[in-house]
């Protein structure tokens, strides 16, 4: 069983990135009829929503866009920075749809960002914990690698409406704008709904995962 919930986490993962992975991949095939590039749109975006104030930088990967609040930076992948397709669209606004979030105050979001310490101390000690109560038979050490995993999948559950959030402000904002008509507009909805589903995945994963751990952890307290 134990095996059998790790296969299924594993299937689950590898599907989501598969599929956001083939979207990006067609998507960025199209070149949009404005020949607007990434970082034209999250200009526009920006600026239009008085944000003239947050940077845009270039950085190096493939779907390694995010927005940083502390820096007040949209950082785009190359591909999506330079390009004009589609995906960079969607993309560059899915990112400006966060930094307009954090403008507002996004209850989510501004959770979401104060808890990023813990969840990182948690990610780091979480399976240390887990190992040292399997090989030591310390297993009171397993129900606090469990917990901090909790915390991780709170972090994850709370991610969810800031993505999903951030890709309707997108749509708005590009049809808003007038950066793509109605058949451009259909691509992006399917490319941003192909993202955030890796991050359903994600949580349905770490459910499993911590599902795993406490069968093994409470089958470990009957030895």
């Known amino acids: 069983m134990y095996y059998l919930i790790m296969?299924?986490?594993v299937l689950i993962t590898t599907m989501a990135q598969g599929y956001i992975t083939s979207k990006y991949n067609s998507t960025?095939?199209?070149m949009s009829k404005k020949h607007l590039s990434g970082r034209e749109v999250a200009?526009?975006?920006l600026d239009s929503n008085g944000l003239s104030n947050v940077k845009i930088e270039e950085v190096q990967g493939t779907l390694t866009d995010h927005y940083d609040p502390r820096g007040k930076v949209v950082r785009l992948s190359s591909d999506i920075y330079q390009n004009t397709s589609l995906a960079s669209v969607s993309v560059a606004s899915h990112e400006c749809g966060h930094a307009i979030q954090d403008k507002e105050g996004y209850t989510f979001l501004r959770f979401r960002n104060s808890?990023?310490?813990v969840v990182n101390l948690c990610s780091k000690l979480g399976y240390v914990a887990i190992m040292i109560g399997l090989f030591a038979s310390l297993f009171k050490?397993?129900?606090i690698g469990v917990i901090m995993e909790l915390v991780i999948l709170l972090f994850q559950v709370v991610t969810l409406p800031v993505e999903f959030n951030a890709s309707s402000r997108a749509l708005v904002q590009i049809?808003?704008?007038g950066m793509v008509d109605k058949d451009e507009q259909k691509k992006c909805r399917g490319m941003l709904t192909a993202a955030a589903l890796t991050y359903v995945a994600a949580v349905c994963t770490a459910l499993?995962?911590?599902f795993r751990l406490v069968m093994i952890a409470r089958g470990s307290d009957r030895r």
């Open 175 to 177: 049809d808003k704008l």
């Open 208 to 210: 499993l995962e911590i």
């Open 115 to 117: 808890i990023v310490p």
């Open 28 to 30: 960025k095939q199209i």
């Open 141 to 143: 050490l397993i129900w």
């Open 43 to 45: 200009r526009k975006i």
């Open 7 to 9: 296969i299924i986490g």
